[in-house]
């Protein structure tokens, strides 16, 4: 073409031949965005991620965790201060699995990232069951945003007030802070409201008036309720 084109004293090089008559390309489908994905289907999608805390003997404690996007309900898989590795996490999600709670909507999704220890063993306990797993991209904390900032919640209100012995204190610390995550620290993103409800959240009768405060953790967290009449 571009000798055609030069005997009608068009001067043109290969290079723009080419881009002009290349097929034009139609746009595919819109895809949502990631965000607009979590929070479509956050109801059906469970979030989970490791986080290390250091024990006052400076040995390296592991945390896995589970996160509901939909109700921000956590579940702490396990603590240990041996190898975290592949093998441990696999087993915590047999567990898991074994111990599933009957749900009023089934888990579709998981998300996790591309950390080795969630690696093919570890999938294949959710993909049995049904479920997709979604890893998320490359250096992108921020894809896992739900988790992530359940561990800066924990490490503020929790972890980094306390001096921790080891992995039996740690699981304490954790299990009793989650026990008052789910059921009586309110939420924004939840309308105040807490992940798992509850009674407290019942209207107040004008004849419970006093007001009554419950301590846990040695009074590093502060529970308020009103006293039955």
């Known amino acids: 073409m571009q000798g055609e084109l030069r005997k009608l004293g068009i001067e043109i090089s290969a290079t723009s031949i080419r881009r002009i008559t290349a097929p034009k390309r139609r746009p595919g489908p819109k895809r949502d965005t ?47 201060d041996g190898p975290a590795n592949l093998t441990w996490a696999t087993q915590i ?18 998300v996790h990232d ?3 220890r969630f690696g093919p063993s570890f ?14 991209p490359w250096r992108a904390p921020r894809a896992n945003a739900y988790a992530e900032r359940w561990i800066r919640t924990a490490r503020t209100e929790c972890i980094d007030r306390v001096m921790v012995l080891g992995a039996r204190h740690l699981h304490h610390l954790l299990s009793t802070y989650v026990e008052h995550y789910n059921l009586e620290r309110p939420h924004r993103g939840l309308d105040l409201q807490t992940p798992e409800g509850g009674p407290h959240l019942k209207p107040l009768s004008p004849e419970s008036s006093e007001i009554a ?16 009449s």
């Open 34 to 80: 990631w965000r607009q994905f979590m929070r479509a289907q956050a109801s059906s999608i469970i979030a989970c991620d490791l986080f290390t805390v250091e024990s006052i003997g400076l040995k390296t404690l592991h945390v896995l965790f589970f996160i509901e996007l939909h109700t921000r309900r956590v579940l702490i898989g396990g603590v240990t």
């Open 93 to 110: 999600a047999r567990n898991l699995s074994e111990a599933r709670e009957a749900r009023t909507e089934p888990v579709r999704f998981i």
């Open 114 to 116: 591309r950390d080795k």
């Open 123 to 136: 999938d294949e306990v959710f993909k049995a069951e049904g479920i997709e797993i979604i890893r998320t």
């Open 213 to 228: 405060r419950r301590d846990r953790l040695g009074g590093l967290i502060h529970e308020y309720y009103r006293k039955a």
